[in-house]
């Protein structure tokens, strides 16, 4: 017997949408059955027209807690995870104090997190100029992979890799059979691009644009390729925002190189062209570009090219954005969008024909694979029962007050969009109803496997 069955017309399964009924037990999709092959007496859940979803696998955010627990924490981030239908989420290892470079700070971080949060949490390590002989340690406790940066962090704490280090570093996953994640930015192209700015008002979204420009990204994943040719290794491409780099990115994956890539909603739905002086709610780096750029990011998305979407949640407090001067070469870059990113996309998928088959496979089945979250990612038997109610027809203005996240800046404020998360269950246990997060925090700290 089931503990309950919740059922739906519209239930996205791997192989494809249907009517459906999910059997949960201790925590575990037992079954999916047909949707009246229901055991006397069993609990019923009633999706009726809404859409159950997989939960989202978001493997991109930085949650800031240890040290810059004032940005975001692990409360305010996996209840706003919770409203917005993502049941899991890998926490980057920068913008905390410590940042997760050491296994010691990991224990630091698990601390921290212990009986906060409300969905599963999974911790990335940290790759940094002087941490080599920590590497080992911190993968043999449990972390998902190794991130670092080719440019500036935005932190003091967390340093970039110059070439030498990316090399010794690449050496170390090799051995470890661990997954590199990487800012892909080379700062020899930015820093050109800013020194031929002048005198550029700083107010303006076509000044912080030409500041990053797309060979940074490009000439990063050219570097990285080579880093796969030599060393054997898996490497991850973060928040891809230039498509010039798909080819590439093409081109390695026929050779049968081991490099992956992620791109985000908002360059998925914000354009360049439509960023109002001053707005830096819309900062984030690699910046938003040209909506040209944005419809070959969908088109990569749609081949292969890129694997899946994540947030890139990158919150902090108001004043960091600079609201005051508006002044986007000082501002704070981060999106916040843990909360939304699910609405975003399925606002734009939805209008270029796209179905939530689609979105599960983006939002939830291609992260949980990459992660190796084998029991995540999608409706099956011997699946955790973490479990979406979606109502894909809907359509609502995004409000300040339901806002889970500390800080609420974002840019997609006053906009409308479709979709409403009617209700989240994170292994079985409900833990938000019509957009209000409630009961215990229920989230476990994973670890690799």
Request: aromatic share 6%; charged share 25%; with cysteine.
């Amino acid at each position: 017997m089931p503990d309950f069955v919740l059922r739906s017309r519209r239930v996205v399964t791997p192989e494809g949408e249907r009517p459906a009924a999910v059997h949960v037990r201790a925590g575990v999709i037992a079954a999916v059955s047909d949707f009246d092959d229901v055991p006397a007496g069993a609990p019923i859940v009633e999706g009726c027209d809404a859409a159950l979803l997989p939960g989202l696998v978001d493997t991109h955010v930085h949650v800031n807690e240890p040290g810059r627990t004032d940005w975001e924490g692990f409360a305010t981030a996996t209840r706003a995870a919770a409203a917005g239908g993502v049941t899991t989420l890998l926490d980057m290892p920068l913008n905390s104090i410590p940042p997760t470079t050491t296994a010691a700070h990991l224990d630091v971080k698990r601390a921290a997190a212990e009986g906060q949060c409300w969905v599963d949490v999974g911790f990335w390590g940290g790759a940094v100029p002087d941490n080599a002989s920590d590497l080992k340690a911190l993968h043999d406790a449990g972390v998902f992979g190794f991130k670092a940066f080719l440019v500036d962090s935005g932190v003091d704490e967390f340093e970039c890799l110059d070439t030498a280090a990316l090399a010794a570093v690449a050496g170390k996953m090799a051995v470890l059979g661990a997954t590199l994640i990487v800012h892909a930015e080379l700062p020899e192209p930015i820093a050109a691009a800013s020194a031929a700015l002048g005198q550029a008002d700083p107010r303006r979204y076509a000044t912080y644009l030409a500041s990053r420009p797309p060979a940074a990204e490009e000439e990063a994943v050219a570097k990285l390729i080579e880093l796969v040719r030599a060393h054997g290794i898996r490497v991850h491409v973060l928040h891809l925002s230039a498509a010039g780099a798909l080819e590439r990115l093409r081109a390695a994956r026929a050779e049968g190189l081991s490099i992956t890539a992620e791109t985000c909603p908002h360059y998925l739905t914000l354009a360049a062209e439509d960023v109002a002086d001053g707005a830096t709610a819309h900062k984030c780096a690699p910046p938003v570009r040209e909506a040209a750029n944005r419809e070959r990011l969908w088109d990569g998305l749609r081949s292969g090219a890129i694997d899946f979407v994540v947030s890139d949640h990158s919150p902090c407090p108001s004043d960091l954005k600079r609201p005051d001067d508006g002044d986007f070469l000082l501002a704070w870059g981060g999106i916040s969008s843990l909360q939304l990113g699910l609405r975003v996309v399925w606002t734009e998928a939805r209008r270029r024909g796209d179905t939530l088959s689609d979105i599960a496979r983006w939002m939830a089945e291609g992260p949980a694979r990459f992660a190796g979250l084998e029991c995540k990612g999608s409706i099956e038997a011997g699946k955790d029962a973490d479990l979406v109610l979606f109502d894909p027809d809907v359509e609502l203005t995004v409000r300040t007050e339901e806002l889970e996240h500390r800080h609420k800046v974002s840019p997609y404020l006053g906009k409308s969009l479709v979709g409403r998360v009617a209700a989240t269950w994170v292994g079985g246990a409900r833990v938000q109803r019509n957009g209000h997060v409630a009961g215990d925090p229920v989230g476990r700290l994973l670890e690799r496997t």
